[in-house]
Structure formats: structure tokens, C-alpha cells
């Protein structure tokens, strides 16, 4: 029956293109325009490329509704058509490459893998028989159906999957992408939309000593609403070939959240106990929550500890206040408060002593009242240093304080900018000079211009770098600092 199933495909090559290869079989296709039809049950076994690309105004297609086995590489350039409900399969021996928006089932037989180098869709159900899938740089895979994984046979890159959470859904399981979420109180989430990251781009590493870090894989989590006092159960699964040299003491794992898309990270709850699998290949952990959020796994020796919930600052009569806050500490001596009248040099004006160890949200406050000057934006950061003289910054916060005295006022536009900025001020002046520098302190603009009317134009700045740059503007014995942003 296999026989008769791959003349059959065969006959139809024959009709659409003009040749005839023995049992479905071919060294290599280039389709330039013609259809072909890979009836369902048919195999078509190709021992080379599979090529679709348009020439002249025909238009390449392929609806395939049974297996096409492919040793070589997929091209298919749009817009040739790829259709049907059959499966494309990947069974080389050397790394296989796929170019092309879209299959429906992909099965991946190489152990040397395979690499898709545009963002790809699965409307069907992807299968790892041997070898990995990998993404190359910035490009996603879109999950329609259901993954099939094991160790060293996975997805390594960016996985979307989009499943909705109701009141009348109790379960899902978003295609076995490694989290399910059950919905025992009807939280009404919507439309929820998972990332799964795994591989180089899924570790998550603590901030303060980038060699402690979780396992090689996180999870963006995304929901169309937000339900309020409605607990979801959420269960995490990844591979043991993920665990990235974690042990897992006690068979217990710590889960972590971020709500600021990996800015800081918070413990969700204690450790957990770990769930195997029967085969003992896959892990998971289940915590309760009610909100999205990123999430990553690590063990009780590897933390992924919570720089800074926030740091703020404002003007007050007394000074600048500064307040910060973390949500947990381990082995903190203290925070130096420093500043910068320029955005760059800082310099250090406190020490504000730590809790040192701490799983719960601290709080601390500091107000500078020696300030250098008046009428000035000044710049803040914090450098927390540990017990064993580690330390790690902050962000860099600005304080502006309106001088009431000197009677300058100055503003510019537009910011963002792309080609030019125009600066204004509230009173004709002879001279004032301009300076514009990235953040490592480097002059990239630098004139003393006439100001008159109040207006003065910088240009020349197109072939500035996209990203955010200080602009120093110096007038009447006075300067000021102003945060601007290339587009």
C-alpha cells in the first residue's frame, strides 16, 4: 500500500512538473511556479533541498496532506503558497535550514538540528524525534497546535502560544510549552499570551554576580484582563537538561516573578517541592497567583535577588528627598548614595547602613540638603555594597530644582528629536554654549552659539546613535542639564 501511496504522489510530480522519480523520491526540487499535490498517506522522500521561489508571474504552491522528507534545507519564498494538513519533515544529517512564514506539522529527525530564519508559524503540532529546532537572532516561532519534547530535543529561541483563560475553562495546558494554569474560582483572564524563552535566551542571571543563575528557561506571561481576588494555579515544567548545573537540594525550587519585564525580581512564596515525571525527565513547581508576570526557576543556593523595587526623588524646602525600597536583601552592608551635577562624574555624599539579609520589602529614605548648587538638575545613584565588598548600581534618577532667583527659563523641542533640536529661552542673550554627550560622558556636540530672539537651532544631529543623550546648556553663569532622546 506504502508502494502504491508513493507512485501516487509521484504520477502527480510527473503531471505537474514533467518528471517522474521512482517512489516518491528526488535528488532536490526547485519549484519555480508549479503546483504540487502530496496527496494524504503519500511520503515524498526529497534527498536534497526543497526549493519554492517565484519566477515571473507564476506562482509557486504546495499542498501537502501527506509527509514530505526533506535531507537539505526548506526555502520557500513568498509568496508561494504552503498549504494542506499534512507534515514537513526534517531528516538530514548535518544542521538543516527553514526559510518560510509557515507549515503545519513540523517533525524534527536530524540530530544535528535545525535552524528557522524567519518568524514561523506551527498551525499544527511540532514534534522533536531527534535533534533541536533553534531561532536565529530576533526571530519567534508561533505555536497553533501542541509541542513534543524531550532532553535535547526541544525548541531553543522564543515560543508563542495564545490560549484563553474564562470562568468556564478550569484548564490549560497552552500546547505542553511548559505551564499550565488551572482555574478552579473562574478568573476571567482573556486572551492570555505565553513567551517561553529557552536556551541562551531563557536564563535568567542575578544581577549582582551574573554567574549565579536560573534555569534555561522563563516564561512571559500575558493576560487581556486582569482579574482581582481570583487565584490561578500556576504549574511550571522544564527539562532536567535545563537545569544549568542547578541541584535542586531537598528536591525543593524557588520560583520568581518580575513584573517590570526582568528589572527586578521577586520570590514568589517559599521553596516549593519539585515534581518528576514518570520517565524522570521533565520538572515542575506549582505556585498560586492572580496576576501575569515573568517568571524563572532557580534553586535555595542560587538567588536571583531583588536589586531595587524603586528609587525616587523630589525637591523639597529641606533638600532632595531620596527613597528607595527592596524586596529582599542577602548579605547587604550598605547603600552609598551618590551624586552628579552633570550626569556623569558622581561622587559619593552618604552611606546609609542595610538590613543585611531580609525576605521581606524594606524601605529606606535620604534627604540631601548639601546641595552644590541652586536651580539645578542634579543626579542620583546607589551603590549597594555587600558584606563581601561585591557591590552593584542602581539606576541614575534626576532632581530638578526650579531657581526662582535667576530668572532663566529654558525649554527645547522636539524630544525625542531626529535631526535637530531647537532650543528656547526666555530672554535674548549674547552667547551661551552647548554641549551634547552620551552617557559615558563622550563630547559629540559642542558649540558657543548667539541666542537671538530666545531661539537658537542645533543641527547636525542625524547622524547621531538612537538612544538617550544630556544635553548641557551654559548661559549667564549658569548650567543646566537636560535628559534628551535620539529617535
Not at 505555536?143 to 470562568?167: H, Q
Request: glycine share 10%; hydrophobic share 40%; net charge negative.
Amino acid at each position: 500500500m506504502r508502494f502504491l501511496r508513493e507512485m501516487k504522489a509521484a504520477l502527480l510530480f510527473a503531471v505537474c512538473l514533467g518528471w517522474l522519480a521512482s517512489e516518491g523520491q528526488a535528488q532536490g526540487i526547485t519549484n519555480n511556479g508549479a503546483s504540487i499535490f502530496v496527496s494524504g498517506g503519500a511520503v515524498l522522500t526529497v534527498k536534497g533541498s526543497f526549493v519554492n521561489s517565484v519566477s515571473g508571474a507564476a506562482v509557486p504552491s504546495v499542498e501537502n496532506n501527506g509527509t514530505i522528507q526533506v535531507s537539505e534545507n526548506w526555502q520557500f519564498n513568498s509568496p508561494a503558497l504552503y498549504t494542506g494538513s499534512g507534515t514537513l519533515e526534517l531528516n538530514g544529517t548535518s544542521v538543516q535550514q527553514i526559510s518560510g512564514t509557515a507549515v503545519h506539522n513540523l517533525q524534527v529527525n536530524n540530530s544535528a538540528g535545525a535552524t528557522h530564519f524567519d518568524n514561523l508559524t506551527v498551525t499544527g503540532n511540532l514534534t522533536f524525534t531527534n535533534g533541536s529546532l533553534m531561532a536565529v537572532a530576533g526571530k519567534t516561532l508561533t505555536l497553533e497546535g501542541s509541542i513534543t519534547e524531550n532532553i535535547d530535543r526541544l525548541y531553543k529561541g522564543e515560543l508563542t502560544k495564545v490560549m484563553p483563560i474564562s470562568p468556564a475553562i478550569t484548564s490549560q495546558h497552552f500546547g505542553n510549552i511548559g505551564v499550565i494554569l488551572q482555574n478552579p474560582n473562574g478568573g476571567d483572564w482573556g486572551e492570555v499570551t505565553i513567551s517561553r524563552r529557552t536556551g541562551a535566551l531563557g536564563t535568567i542571571a542575578n544581577p549582582n554576580n551574573p554567574t549565579i543563575q536560573g534555569i534555561e528557561r522563563h516564561w512571559d506571561i500575558a493576560s487581556e484582563f486582569t482579574p482581582t481576588g481570583k487565584n490561578i494555579d500556576l504549574t511550571l515544567s522544564w527539562l532536567t537538561s535545563e537545569n544549568n548545573g542547578l541541584t535542586f537540594p531537598g528536591n525543593m525550587a524557588q520560583v520568581w516573578k518580575s513584573e517590570d519585564k526582568g528589572a527586578t525580581w521577586l520570590a514568589v512564596g517559599s521553596l516549593a517541592p519539585i515534581n518528576l515525571s514518570q520517565d524522570g525527565n521533565l520538572q515542575s513547581v506549582t505556585v498560586q497567583t492572580r496576576s501575569s508576570a515573568m517568571w524563572t526557576v532557580s534553586d535555595a543556593s542560587s538567588p536571583l535577588p531583588v536589586t531595587w523595587l524603586h528609587f525616587n526623588g523630589k525637591a523639597t524646602d529641606k533638600g532632595n528627598e531620596l527613597s528607595w525600597s527592596t524586596a529582599s536583601e542577602k548579605d547587604t552592608e550598605s547603600f552609598f548614595v551618590e551624586r552628579a551635577v552633570n550626569g556623569r562624574d558622581f561622587q559619593s555624599v552618604a552611606e546609609v547602613a542595610a538590613a543585611g539579609n531580609s525576605s521581606i520589602q524594606l524601605h529606606y529614605r535620604y534627604t540631601d540638603s548639601a546641595l552644590p548648587v541652586q536651580g539645578h538638575t542634579l543626579y542620583y545613584r546607589l551603590r549597594q555594597v555587600d558584606l563581601d565588598e561585591k557591590f552593584a548600581y542602581s539606576k541614575v534618577i534626576a532632581v530638578n530644582r526650579e531657581d526662582k532667583t535667576d530668572g532663566l527659563k529654558i525649554s527645547f523641542f522636539p524630544n525625542p528629536f531626529s535631526k535637530k533640536l531647537t532650543v528656547s529661552v526666555n530672554k535674548p542673550m549674547e552667547t551661551a554654549r552647548f554641549r551634547l554627550y552620551n552617557l559615558q560622558g563622550k563630547d559629540l556636540y559642542h558649540k558657543q552659539l548667539e541666542v537671538r530672539d530666545g531661539n537658537v537651532v542645533l543641527d547636525g544631529l542625524s547622524d547621531l546613535a538612537v538612544g538617550l543623550y544630556l544635553l548641557e546648556i551654559t548661559a549667564e553663569g549658569t548650567t543646566k542639564v537636560f535628559k534628551v532622546l535620539k529617535e
